[in-house]
């Protein structure tokens, strides 16, 4: 890779050992992938969690060693030279009565939460930063971390930006510099798979079946949707999740919707394929039974807001909870990011929620918590897929009414 004279000068320590460290993190990653330079970039999500690593047997010195890391990253005097938004944590900062929830871990993670906000990350701790107000333009480069707004911002703000990891973001944050390769150049952008739907997407679960699909017959290419109308918000949140949850997708065209491409034919560069899959009902309707193998109906858990909830979501939730009671034994948890529930409080939708038994989690999830269940309600087809496997539940994937009817039954009831 080619450095400008500036940029070798951080390598050999002008600006000191952290920044040396970070711009060697850019520089290898970037020659592993074949760039050929760094460019500019003009917003970062970053991840600062303090890991619940004791509660996965890790050690002390590993904690202390990783915590170093994290807090010379907050405290070494460089401020971010742009919009630097923070992802969800392993633990919320709220008090939550379960050992998941350690309290030095909970004290660690706000004590480097001021050191983020005041080196210039904005501590939103959430996996949808675009909820909450890290809205790129089109054509920004970014570096972002969480993939399923990684593949949001490619697709449907049409900015662009690689998969970041922990060292990445923070070293793209604080030298405001990435590795140009991927999805930031125009011909990586083109189509590879195209998707003809016909089946009628009536909701955001819907639409996250539809990327679940896709996420695996795509793996990491870049599937083109034909024949459907523009999502809103939710759904295109849900859409982009489960594409990078079944998948390695980094990106998606939805002919008319995302901004590079009006046309199957701009999505495709010029060049569409004659042949397709097609997403009609009965695909719909096998992709939901895929995550609902289960042994029983009996539930204990049912989470909400996966990625994080947006206020038009917890204002629907209120709406089918008002008045009735989660059943006993079932855990309702609505995840969501500070900056929201600070609205849905002032706009009474946590009252109507907490008086039904459920709460809003802010700052994580359940599944970053490693929560233990053994049956899991969810609308998310992303928690639904990660449940599986990180927390070793069953889960029933259902759109958010009959969720809500599950939780206050205490048994899936089905679709109704
Ligand atoms: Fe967010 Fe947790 Fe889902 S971090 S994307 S709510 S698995």
Same mark, same amino acid.
């Given at each position: 890779?080619?450095?400008?004279?500036?940029?070798?000068?951080?390598?050999?320590?002008?600006?000191?050992?952290?920044?040396?460290?970070?711009?060697?993190?850019?520089?290898?990653?970037?020659?592993?992938?074949?760039?050929?330079?760094?460019?500019?970039?003009?917003?970062?999500?970053?991840?600062?969690?303090?890991?619940?690593?004791?509660?996965?047997?890790?050690?002390?010195?590993?904690?202390?060693?990783?915590?170093?890391?994290?807090?010379?990253?907050?405290?070494?005097?460089?401020?971010?030279?742009?919009?630097?938004?923070?992802?969800?944590?392993?633990?919320?900062?709220?008090?939550?009565?379960?050992?998941?929830?350690?309290?030095?871990?909970?004290?660690?993670?706000?004590?480097?939460?001021?050191?983020?906000?005041?080196?210039?990350?904005?501590?939103?701790?959430?996996?949808?930063?675009?909820?909450?107000?890290?809205?790129?333009?089109?054509?920004?480069?970014?570096?972002?971390?969480?993939?399923?707004?990684?593949?949001?911002?490619?697709?449907?703000?049409?900015?662009?930006?690689?998969?970041?990891?922990?060292?990445?973001?923070?070293?793209?944050?604080?030298?405001?510099?990435?590795?140009?390769?991927?999805?930031?150049?125009?011909?990586?952008?083109?189509?590879?798979?195209?998707?003809?739907?016909?089946?009628?997407?009536?909701?955001?679960?819907?639409?996250?079946?539809?990327?679940?699909?896709?996420?695996?017959?795509?793996?990491?290419?870049?599937?083109?949707?034909?024949?459907?109308?523009?999502?809103?918000?939710?759904?295109?949140?849900?859409?982009?999740?489960?594409?990078?949850?079944?998948?390695?997708?980094?990106?998606?065209?939805?002919?008319?919707?995302?901004?590079?491409? =009006?046309?199957?034919?701009?999505?495709?560069?010029?060049?569409? =394929?004659?042949?397709?899959?097609?997403?009609?009902?009965?695909?719909?309707?096998?992709?939901?039974?895929?995550?609902?193998?289960?042994?029983?109906?009996?539930?204990?858990?049912?989470?909400?807001?996966?990625?994080?909830?947006?206020?038009?979501?917890?204002?629907?939730?209120?709406?089918?909870?008002?008045?009735?009671?989660?059943?006993?034994?079932?855990?309702?948890?609505?995840?969501?990011?500070?900056?929201?529930?600070?609205?849905?409080?002032?706009?009474?939708?946590?009252?109507?929620?907490?008086?039904?038994?459920?709460?809003?989690?802010?700052?994580?999830?359940?599944?970053?918590?490693?929560?233990?269940?053994?049956?899991?309600?969810?609308?998310?087809?992303?928690?639904?897929?990660?449940?599986?496997?990180?927390?070793?539940?069953?889960?029933?994937?259902?759109?958010?009414?009959?969720?809500?009817?599950?939780?206050?039954?205490?048994?899936?009831?089905?679709?109704?």
């Amino acid at each position: 890779m080619e450095l400008t004279g500036e940029q070798q000068a951080v390598l050999d320590g002008s600006r000191g050992d952290y920044l040396a460290k970070c711009m060697r993190w850019l520089v290898e990653w970037g020659e592993v992938m074949g760039a050929k330079r760094l460019i500019k970039v003009d917003n970062t999500h970053a991840l600062l969690p303090v890991p619940n690593l004791m509660a996965r047997g890790a050690s002390k010195e590993t904690m202390d060693q990783y915590m170093a890391d994290l807090v010379e990253a907050c405290s070494h005097g460089t401020h971010p030279g742009c919009t630097c938004t923070v992802h969800a944590a392993f633990v919320t900062l709220d008090d939550v009565d379960v050992p998941e929830n350690d309290p030095e871990q909970v004290q660690m993670q706000k004590d480097l939460a001021v050191l983020a906000a005041n080196a210039g990350f904005i501590p939103t701790f959430t996996c949808a930063p675009y909820l909450v107000g890290n809205v790129p333009l089109k054509d920004e480069i970014l570096a972002w971390t969480e993939s399923s707004a990684v593949v949001y911002a490619n697709s449907i703000l049409g900015a662009r930006t690689t998969r970041h990891g922990t060292e990445s973001a923070i070293a793209a944050s604080l030298l405001g510099l990435v590795p140009e390769f991927g999805v930031l150049l125009d011909e990586n952008r083109k189509g590879t798979l195209r998707i003809e739907v016909t089946a009628e997407l009536e909701d955001p679960p819907d639409w996250g079946a539809l990327g679940y699909f896709a996420g695996k017959a795509a793996g990491l290419g870049i599937p083109v949707f034909n024949g459907v109308r523009r999502p809103s918000q939710d759904e295109a949140k849900q859409l982009c999740a489960a594409l990078a949850t079944s998948g390695g997708v980094t990106m998606c065209h939805i002919a008319g919707v995302t901004p590079e491409a =009006p046309t199957i034919d701009a999505a495709f560069q010029g060049d569409v =394929p004659e042949d397709y899959l097609t997403f009609d009902a009965e695909t719909l309707r096998e992709t939901y039974e895929s995550l609902r193998v289960r042994t029983g109906d009996e539930i204990d858990s049912v989470i909400l807001g996966c990625p994080h909830a947006s206020i038009n979501e917890l204002s629907k939730i209120a709406a089918l909870l008002k008045g009735k009671k989660v059943a006993e034994g079932v855990r309702l948890w609505i995840d969501t990011a500070r900056g929201t529930k600070g609205n849905a409080d002032r706009m009474g939708y946590t009252e109507i929620i907490e008086a039904a038994g459920g709460r809003i989690l802010c700052d994580t999830c359940p599944t970053n918590m490693r929560i233990p269940a053994k049956r899991i309600v969810t609308h998310g087809f992303k928690q639904a897929h990660y449940a599986r496997g990180m927390v070793g539940a069953e889960v029933i994937i259902a759109k958010t009414d009959a969720c809500i009817r599950a939780a206050v039954a205490g048994r899936w009831l089905g679709d109704g």
